[in-house]
Every structure is written in C-alpha cells, then in structure tokens.
C-alpha cells in the first residue's frame, strides 16, 4: 500500500497534512530543504540551529505572528528571538540556545504522519542529536527536482498556520510588544526560597490560593503574575503556595480578588518596618495611590498577553473565611 506515494508525497505528508500545534516542524522543513540544496550530506548541528533560527529572523521582518496554537505561551524559538531582538542575547548565543532548547521534540518528531512514525521512519535523515545530522537520498531527490515548489509550499502552510493560531490570541501585536517591554527590563530567575521566611511572616503558613495550612516540606514560592510574562521575581509579586496549587495555576492570570488579596499584602508589608518597604516603595511606587496603579498596569499588561485566561480556583473559595484577611487585620490593627 505504501508504494503507491514517492518521496515527494511523504514530504507533502510531513509539511502540510496533520494538527501542528507549532511552526516548528516547518521551519525545520525549510531548514533542511536549503541545507540539502547546498550538497551537504552531514550538517552540523550549529550550522543547523543557525539556519532554524535565520529562517524565523526572517519570518518575523515584516510582521511577528503567533507560531503556536496556545495563547497563554511563546514557543522556546520566540522567546529566543526576543531576547536577541531586545539586546538581551547576541546573536551566537541565541543560535546556540536554538540548538540546546528547540530541537529537542522537532528533530525526533520531524518524519513523523499524522502520529506515525513507522509510515516514513528515517526516509529523509537520521541524527546524533546535538552533534550532527545526516542527510539521505531522498531529500536529495525531491529537493534537486522540486526545491522552488517545497518552498513555496512551506510558506504557504507557515502563513496558513499564522493566521490560525492568530485567530485565538487576542491583540498579538500589543502582547508582543508587551513581552519584549518585559524582556528588556527583567532578568534571570534568581533562588527564591531565602524569600520564604519573610513571606512567612505576612502570609502565616497558609497557601495563598487555597489558604489551607502548608507543610514546610511542600512550600512553593511562587510568582502570581506569572514569570514567564514579568520576567522578574520582585518581592512585591512573591507569595508563598502549595505545589500543587502552583501547579493548578501554572501560568495563568488569576483573578481579580487574589490581586487585590496581593495588594493588600504589599501595603501591610508597607506598614511595616521591613527592609523591604524600600524595595516595594521603589518598584511599585512610593504612594498607596502609584502602587495600586503600578500593579494594576502591570495586572493590565499579562492580562494582554495572556489574552484573558484567568484561573479562578475553587469556586468554594471564600475570602470571608480565607484566614490570610483575619491576620491582615491583626497586623493592621496591631501597628
Ligand atoms: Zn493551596
């Protein structure tokens, strides 16, 4: 049954038939249809990961669109471009990142129809991943043949894919813009568990999404405008939750009373003697006024980018039983 498709039919099986929840796979295709176009029988993995990466730099002059399906994230491949993009990276160590973090689904997963491996199996190359990649006849073939055609049809399925995945994300272009604000003025994750005592203080050991009672064992520190968007782990946006909460709320918005439970830490932090009174009063704002305006921009701003996915926990959630306000109230009125 299989002989009835060439080599040129599986490609077409690869690139533009099956449920991509990315570009990844087309970019790859375009990579290693101008890869195999120079004659090269061996690619090294740089040579490939700076190909990939070219190949999205390029994609992305006109216009950056979405190049995946999930409209709370970023595929590896953009967060890379932005950083590049912003100054935060040079551009080898970006194209040394791609050949570290993208490949690492993609390249297995390339020759691949629909979910079956064993259609294809290794028809257009094998790899030593992270090293090398070897190039085999048949892309030879359909590539001296057919090469304008491949290509045209890989952008054709990249902008098709665009246009999908931009359908479901809300204002892209503000997001981006977003992001790539956050990326120039955030930094590495910094160890975060030294945090946890302080924490302790003004939150007791309960979690903060569920207020149930943590055992130190499973203690998370955790960031409520998620990471991955703000790019910083500034005191004011620390609170400490169960993993398992954590995990729940992965990188969702939550809504809007956990925000306002956060403001109102941050001012009883505030009224405190804490040294981090300083470094609040200085990211957030030296008034109660600025600092309500600043985290509510910054509210404003992930709220954009991850285009309204809130996570809302339990609906039992009850902020009248929740012990975090009783305690809150404690301190107030014990200053
Ligand atoms: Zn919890």
């Not at 290693?32 to 090294?44: A, G, Q, W, Y």
């Amino acid at each position: 049954m299989n002989n009835q498709f060439d080599d040129n039919d599986y490609w077409k099986g690869v690139i533009l038939y099956g449920l991509n929840q990315a570009t990844y796979k087309i970019a790859l295709g375009k990579s290693l249809i101008e890869l195999t176009s120079l004659n090269k029988e061996v690619i090294d993995w740089s040579e490939l990961s700076k190909s990939f990466f070219d190949n999205y730099i390029d994609r992305f002059k006109n216009e950056h669109l979405p190049q995946q399906s999930n409209s709370s994230r970023i595929t590896r491949v953009e967060k890379i471009y932005l950083q590049y993009k912003t100054g935060t990276l040079d551009y080898n160590k970006a194209v040394e990142l791609i050949g570290l973090e993208a490949f690492g689904d993609v390249i297995p997963r390339f020759q691949t129809i629909g979910t079956d491996k064993t259609i294809i199996g290794e028809k257009f190359y094998h790899f030593d991943f992270g090293n090398k990649l070897y190039i085999h006849d048949s892309l030879f073939k359909i590539v001296e043949t057919d090469k304008l055609n491949l290509l045209s049809e890989i952008d054709a399925r990249w902008s098709l894919l665009e246009g999908a995945f931009k359908i479901n994300q809300g204002d892209w272009t503000l997001s981006n813009d977003i992001r790539e604000m956050y990326i120039t003025s955030g930094y590495d994750r910094k160890p975060l568990s030294n945090n946890i005592p302080f924490l302790k203080g003004y939150q007791g050991n309960v979690c903060f999404y569920c207020s149930e009672h943590i055992d130190d064992s499973d203690i998370h520190v955790d960031h409520v405008l998620p990471r991955q968007v703000v790019r910083h782990d500034e005191i004011w946006n620390l609170v400490l939750s169960h993993s398992l909460c954590n995990l729940h709320k992965d990188d969702f918005l939550v809504g809007k009373h956990y925000l306002e439970k956060l403001i109102l830490r941050n001012e009883n932090i505030m009224g405190s003697n804490h040294p981090w009174k300083k470094k609040i009063s200085e990211t957030l704002g030296a008034t109660k006024n600025e600092r309500l305006n600043t985290t509510l921009k910054h509210y404003d701003d992930v709220k954009v980018v991850l285009n309204n996915r809130y996570w809302e926990n339990s609906p039992s959630y009850n902020r009248e039983t929740d012990p975090f306000y009783k305690r809150l109230i404690t301190v107030i009125n014990n200053r």
